[in-house]
DNA sequence: AAAGTGACGCATT
DNA sequence: TAATGCGCCACTT
């Protein structure tokens, strides 16, 4: 059920300095629209939740994230030490990271 | 209770 | 190459 519940426990492991696709989480929880995952955090005023770390799969950042726009997503990014390679591009070669991290790192 | 809405991503046209 | 359609779930009204 809660999957939205789901979703942000996922979204709390994305380590510092890492950026994680939307349909990445959703593979990984095997949900088959990637939505869920954009609806799950949206307004979300959780501060444990890193929202701003969730991305788009081609490593631009979504234009309504709620706690001030793109711009403001980038610039936590960006103090986090995430490159960036255009305005609204990460560099994922570098903070590409998925929640399939998690088996391996434990 | 039913319908509308909402941070995406891929296949097709 | 760009535009459109589909997938499919929780929350709000």
């Known amino acids: 059920m ?3 519940k789901k979703i942000r426990e996922i979204v709390k492991k994305i380590p510092l ?3 994680c696709p939307y349909s990445e989480i959703a ?3 095997g949900y088959k629209d990637n939505r869920i995952i954009g609806w799950a955090i949206y307004n979300n ?4 939740v890193p929202c701003h770390r969730v991305i788009k799969k081609d490593g631009s950042l979504a234009e309504k ?3 001030g726009g793109w711009r403001e997503q ?3 990014l960006v103090k986090e030490g995430v490159g960036f390679l255009d305005q609204n591009h990460v560099n994922l070669r ?3 990271w998925r929640p399939g991290k998690i088996l391996s790192s434990s």
């Open 2 to 4: 809660n999957r939205f």
């Open 17 to 19: 300095g890492k950026v």
């Open 27 to 29: 593979r990984f929880l």
């Open 45 to 48: 005023q959780d501060p444990l």
């Open 65 to 67: 994230y709620s706690l």
């Open 74 to 76: 980038k610039k936590r």
């Open 94 to 96: 570098r903070h590409f």
